[in-house]
């Protein structure tokens, strides 16, 4: 089978202990405050914390893995004698996951012997989290660094990603949503729905009439277009708004009576540009 690592990035949104559990190693995006030279990973920094001061007013500016991140991070693995399969970021939310293939095609020629395959998995936060997990699955069964990877390939389109926001004005400053929109929103209390599209961007689909309608719209993305929605997989992710992913939770269990696998914090470099309130949900389905 050969010996391989399977690498990834930050913005799977797992925490250190699952990443380590599973034995996948990591490069950490990061974040600087406005205002302040202090550079922080994305794992480093405590979730809550963070949005603490993004409901303060502080604004966050957020920032890829790079190239030379990844040949160094690289190359241990590759003079240890093992092969490298990275699972990155969606290049439609970010340069990280190229970061990775250019790091990896200039090790190639000083370690031929060696296979370096990167996959973007058109995935972010726990949806990402999810897939890695499952290609970690695949590895424990016996799967070669090929099969891993196609797996991770075969599979990619049919993670779904789900998400809605409490504050329209953290979309706004990303430019996902207009001024003017953003201000109706908040006058009239309307939440959008989003979801990561195939090419790997995230897009409003549908707007929601209050924080409840729109965990419903959720439940019903669900519904329609989960493989098995009586077995799962399902994850949620929040921006601290544990009591709205327990409610989500709970409906999706009185609905079809499954439990959700992972609850965890939405990262701090995803959580800049969804802000506070962000909820999120993770499955297989049909089709994203």
């Given at each position: ?7 990834t990035?930050?913005a799977?949104d797992?925490e250190l202990?699952?990443?380590?559990e599973?034995?996948v190693k990591?490069?950490?995006l ?5 205002g ?10 405590d979730?809550?914390?963070?949005y603490?001061r993004m409901r303060?007013?502080?604004?966050a500016k957020t920032a890829a ?6 040949k160094r991070?690289?190359e241990?693995?590759?003079?240890n004698?093992n092969?490298?399969l990275?699972l990155g970021f ?12 250019i790091a990896?095609?200039q090790?190639?020629?000083k ?7 990167c996959v ?7 949806g990402?989290?999810?897939l890695?997990?499952?290609t970690c699955?695949?590895k424990k069964?016996?799967?070669t ?5 196609k797996?991770a390939e075969d599979t990619k389109?049919?993670?779904?990603h789900?998400f809605t926001?409490?504050?329209l004005?953290?979309l ?5 949503v207009?001024?003017a929109v953003?201000?109706v929103g ?13 090419e790997?961007h ?10 409840k309608?729109?965990l419903?719209a959720?439940?019903?993305?669900y519904?329609e277009t989960?493989?098995?929605p009586?077995s799962?997989p399902?994850?949620?992710?929040h921006?601290?708004c544990?009591?709205d992913?327990m409610?989500?939770?709970q409906?999706?269990?009185d609905t079809?009576?499954?439990d ?7 990262g ?10 962000t909820l ?8 994203r």
């Amino acid at each position: 089978m050969g010996n391989y690592i399977i690498y990834t990035d930050s913005a799977c949104d797992l925490e250190l202990t699952t990443l380590k559990e599973l034995r996948v190693k990591h490069c950490s995006l990061s974040l600087t405050f406005e205002g302040e030279s202090r550079v922080y990973r994305n794992d480093e920094v405590d979730p809550k914390w963070f949005y603490n001061r993004m409901r303060e007013g502080d604004t966050a500016k957020t920032a890829a893995a790079n190239t030379e991140m990844f040949k160094r991070a690289f190359e241990k693995e590759l003079t240890n004698g093992n092969d490298i399969l990275y699972l990155g970021f969606s290049t439609g939310l970010s340069t990280t996951c190229n970061s990775a293939v250019i790091a990896g095609q200039q090790l190639s020629s000083k370690y031929p012997e060696r296979k370096i395959i990167c996959v973007d998995t058109l995935c972010a936060s726990a949806g990402f989290g999810m897939l890695l997990k499952l290609t970690c699955d695949k590895k424990k069964e016996g799967a070669t660094i090929e099969e891993a990877a196609k797996f991770a390939e075969d599979t990619k389109l049919n993670l779904c990603h789900w998400f809605t926001v409490d504050d329209l004005v953290y979309l706004k400053r990303g430019g996902r949503v207009s001024p003017a929109v953003a201000f109706v929103g908040g006058v009239l209390g309307i939440k959008p729905v989003m979801h990561v599209d195939n090419e790997g961007h995230l897009i409003p689909v549908s707007k929601a009439r209050g924080r409840k309608a729109s965990l419903r719209a959720m439940l019903d993305k669900y519904t329609e277009t989960a493989i098995n929605p009586k077995s799962g997989p399902v994850y949620i992710c929040h921006g601290d708004c544990e009591e709205d992913a327990m409610l989500l939770a709970q409906m999706i269990k009185d609905t079809h009576g499954v439990d959700v696998d992972m609850t965890v914090y939405t990262g701090p470099v995803i959580g800049a540009h969804s802000g506070p309130g962000t909820l999120a949900l993770f499955f297989l389905g049909k089709e994203r």
